[in-house]
């Protein structure tokens, strides 16, 4: 954990709250953002040149010229140059940066590396899945989404051992990146018409103590019951017959939410 993920300054909720002191320490990657206002606020190519001096013009302007983009367009984006400036080596280095939005970049150009397999990406990116900050959490699983879509089999089969991990973040990923529908992320038909394609690994979090991993198993169920409503019933009808823990009962609930 790092310095300032312990530290007691409160985050800012408004942009207009953020001292112009506090804002200069996140474009030098000094400190952590608190608030998604504060993610919002820092000025990536400030932050990029922080990280890397040398970084070329033409990288800088293109990131300059993304400036009104959404975010998770700007980290793909960010993530993208770096990689073309520093290479799949510059993983290491971002990974462990101070800065959580250095960190998320790393996610980012992890997945734009031609380099490695998907297998490869997943284990480099267990770091960074288990980041004692959420959006880097959240930037971790968002980055290999795609990759992760695209061999949704080969993917759950990687992902089953982690469903097992002593982290509840690390197995909350497993859950996360693999939702049928996903928060700002395309759907991956594959599992809106199959569900049952991930019950290895959501068959080992169905009674999971942490309602951080309950939530989103909670959520996967949810997206699959707007296609599958039948599967999504019948599973939880299972689940509760042979597991009385209450943590099954409120996956079960929240699973169901948008079909009672």
Not at 68 to 83: N, P
Request: net charge positive; aromatic share 6%; charged share 25%.
């Amino acid at each position: 954990m790092t310095a300032d993920a312990i530290s007691p300054r409160k985050g800012a909720r408004r942009m207009a709250e953020i001292p112009p002191s506090v804002l200069a320490q996140l474009n030098r990657g000094e400190i952590e953002a608190r608030t998604l206002v504060e993610n919002l606020a820092v000025d990536f190519v400030a932050l990029m040149r922080a990280v890397a001096p040398d970084l070329p013009k033409p990288l800088a302007s293109q990131m300059h010229a993304a400036r009104d983009a959404g975010i998770t367009q700007r980290m793909a984006l960010a993530g993208r140059l770096l990689h073309t400036h520093l290479g799949p080596v510059g993983y290491v280095t971002l990974a462990r940066h101070r800065s959580d939005t250095v960190r998320a970049w790393a996610a980012y150009l992890l997945a734009a590396s031609p380099d490695f397999s998907l297998g490869e990406k997943l284990q480099l990116t267990r770091l960074l899945a288990n980041d004692p900050h959420m959006g880097v959490r959240e930037c971790a699983w968002l980055a290999l989404r795609p990759g992760i879509a695209a061999d949704i089999e080969f993917a759950i089969d990687l992902l089953e051992a982690w469903t097992v991990s002593d982290s509840p973040f690390v197995r909350r990923f497993a859950s996360e990146a693999t939702r049928p529908r996903g928060v700002w992320c395309r759907k991956i038909d594959r599992l809106l018409a199959q569900p049952d394609l991930g019950l290895p690994l959501l068959e080992p979090l169905r009674a999971d103590p942490h309602k951080y991993v309950q939530d989103s198993v909670s959520n996967w169920l949810n997206d699959a019951a707007k296609s599958q409503p039948a599967w999504v019933r019948k599973l939880c009808a299972r689940w509760q017959r042979e597991s009385r823990s209450p943590a099954t009962e409120r996956i079960c609930r929240r699973a169901m939410r948008s079909l009672n």
